[in-house]
């Protein structure tokens, strides 16, 4: 049904205004958000494709899916994708611990304390050094040939962090850097500065205690 067609208390904004946001479907929301159609689609039917669309992309839904919808447009795409950012940050927001200390990171590594292999973990943050991801890269000996900057990068990129903190456990208890270590910082160091995406630090753990350099 066309936009015209429905009776104008069933329309999502006459309606929302009546009756609250809450009485409207996902379906009605996204009519809302888009506002109006084009002289090529009605906007009940970029709402249905958009809605699809969504469903299909879940959380990966990106500004260029949207404009592979017919007729949308980059200024529809935009107020979709605007709404759609600004809700999955308020609602990260409460679910993603801030790492601002090497101590909070710490707490993130009590499954890779007490492993008897070396775990070679990085943090993911945001601008804000809210937690991203958590990713173990390697597991095994801890070499600077095992453990390169393009592996440990290649996420932190896919999730367009701004920095980042690494890590690893030392089975033996001595949480010294060792001379790999070192080296691996180093480089990790380097390639952030390229890329953009700060070296928070890097944290070594064992089964009590922790230290950390850059």
């Known amino acids: 049904m066309k936009m015209s067609d429905r009776r104008k208390d069933l329309r999502p ?14 379906y009605e929301l996204l009519m809302a958000v888009i506002g109006s159609g084009t002289q090529y689609a009605d906007v009940s039917k970029l709402a249905r494709d958009t809605q699809k669309l969504i469903k299909e992309k879940g959380s990966n839904l990106s ?9 949308l447009g980059p200024a529809k795409a935009s107020t979709i994708m605007a709404g759609f950012e600004l809700w999955r940050r308020q609602f990260e927001v409460t679910e993603r611990p801030i790492i601002d200390t090497p101590e909070k990171a710490v707490e993130q590594l009590t499954d ?21 991801a958590k990713r173990i890269i390697t597991i095994g000996t801890l070499t600077a040939s095992l453990v390169h900057p393009r592996e440990v990068f290649a996420e932190a990129i ?24 070192i080296e ?7 390639a952030g500065k390229i890329l ?8 070594i753990v064992s089964n009590n205690k922790w230290s950390e350099f850059v």
């Open 112 to 132: 890779i304390r007490d492993k008897k292999q070396e775990y070679f973990v990085c943090l993911t943050l945001d601008g804000a050094n809210r937690l991203i």
């Open 13 to 26: 904004r006459e309606k929302l205004q009546a009756k609250g946001v809450r009485s409207l479907s996902d």
């Open 158 to 181: 896919t999730d367009r962090a701004a920095s980042i903190i690494v890590a690893h456990n030392h089975p033996s208890g001595n949480l010294n850097p060792s001379y790999d270590d």
């Open 63 to 71: 500004y260029e899916d949207l404009l592979t919808i017919s007729s």
């Open 196 to 203: 953009d995406i700060r070296l928070n630090s890097h944290v």
């Open 184 to 190: 691996i910082t180093k480089q990790l160091s380097h």
